[in-house]
């Protein structure tokens, strides 16, 4: 009777004791068995630790951290700001001393400030947004290394993909870029060699739809293309962009795109979809690279296919 017990528990949660892949479009689970609630998201590296914050569906969208050495098992660190609800989209920046969550709250930009990476995080103001102090959507973040500039990416709901500096005091300064003449949303940087690279979604509520790169050799842009991320009628293979990450790794940089794959309401059901991808950097187009299970050596940047 015992032995059937401890099978049943193993088979309810394949996750809980290691992950050996990444495998899209399932439930994953943490270091202790439980289901991994973090969605719209962001990775942040801090030496050999990734720390990713999301909002957690089981709780009215408050934001959740985990962390990881390998990309594959994460460990629960908690509600990272208790009483902060409707938080969508959270994303991690570090401008100075002080670490910061930026996230969409009632359609407005809400900072939170903590001494620590992990836990503490407080409310610290409503965030204007240059030149307008528009609403929008939808939070993404990226941090330049050749300027040492984190940037806020917002999608704006009169159709503005907007690209701010984030100010040292985390206050956001002039409008770097703006990408228009498209209904988009989801944004979200990456940058290969001198090529900018932003990905877009366009605006079908919960349901996929083909995601989308623009390319740019600044910051400042413009930004060009509009090309698929992926075969058309796939959808961005039932997935939503939310966040680009990069790994330098001693024998290759692999680029990680990683997407949400939203049940009907955005809720408890929903799952991730991280795939590697291609980048061509001369003829400027980026593709998912799909496969139902990989890995990544985090210190190699080699990936693996099942």
Known sequence: MRASIILAALAAAPYAWG???????????DTDGQVIDAHGGGIVQRGDTFYWVGQSAKNSQTPMMYSS??????????????????????????????????????????????????????????VHIPPSDYSYSDTGMFFDESSNTWYLLTSADHNTVQINKINADGALGDRASALTGGAYEAPGIFK??????????GKTGWRANPNKVFWSTSINGPWKGGSNIAPEADKTYGSQNTHELTIKGSRQTTYIYMGDAWDSKGSTGSTYVWLPMKVDTNGKTVTLDYHKDWKIDVKTGVVTYK
Do not use: M
Request: hydrophobic share 35%.
């Open 69 to 126: 050495t390998d990309l594959l098992n994460w460990k629960n660190l908690g509600a990272q700001a208790p009483g902060v609800t409707g938080y969508w989209r959270p994303k991690i920046a570090k401008p100075n001393g002080e670490f910061w969550l930026f996230g969409q709250q009632d359609r407005y930009v809400l900072s939170l400030k903590s001494s620590n990476q992990v836990g503490g995080y407080k409310q610290s103001k409503k």
């Open 19 to 29: 992950a050996s892949w990444i495998t899209s479009n399932t439930v994953w689970y």
């Open 192 to 201: 290969a060699n001198d090529t900018y690279f932003l990905i877009v979604s």
